[in-house]
Structures are given as structure tokens and as C-alpha cells.
């Protein structure tokens, strides 16, 4: 395996790793976002704002998912062309 697909699944994984981390810290601070009073009036009555921000935490979670995923994608299949087996034929004309 060369060093540019394993740092490519290096990515994918650290990717995936922080989301997990993260989703919870933005779960907490959407909630305080909404929950926020000032003076007697709630922040998520602005117009939009409170949709916007009960989708961040759905935003987060599927860009950050889908990187990680593409990246170790990338870097299985850069490991495959790498190694040259071709073991199973029909599996290396479905990576391209």
C-alpha cells in the first residue's frame, strides 16, 4: 500500500472519528441556541434562523459522514490499483 492511499484512509477515518466527537457538542449548542431568551424573546422566532439551525446538526453529520466515507473509498480503491491483484476480475472493472 503506498503512502497516499494510506493517508487517504488515514483521512477517511479521522474524518468519521470527529463527527461522532462533534455531533454531540452540536446537538448541545443547537439546543442552547434555541432555547436562548434575551429580554423575553427567543432567538429562534427570527425569521429562518431557528430551521437553519435545527438543520446544522443533520448538515454536519451527513458532509462530514460522506467525506470520511468517500475518502476511505478513494483509498481502498487507490490501494487496489496499487496492489495489482486481480484475483476477482469483475470486482476491478466495478471500482472504476
Known sequence: MKIGNFGTLLIGVIMIFIC??????VLDGVGTILAWTSGGSDISTFTGFGSIVQLT????????????????????????AASGSNNNKNSSKTLR
Open 57 to 80: 446538526p443533520m448538515l454536519l453529520w451527513l458532509g462530514l459522514f460522506g467525506f470520511g466515507g468517500y475518502e476511505i473509498y478513494r483509498g481502498i480503491r487507490g490501494a487496489r
Open 20 to 25: 461522532i466527537i462533534m455531533f454531540e457538542i
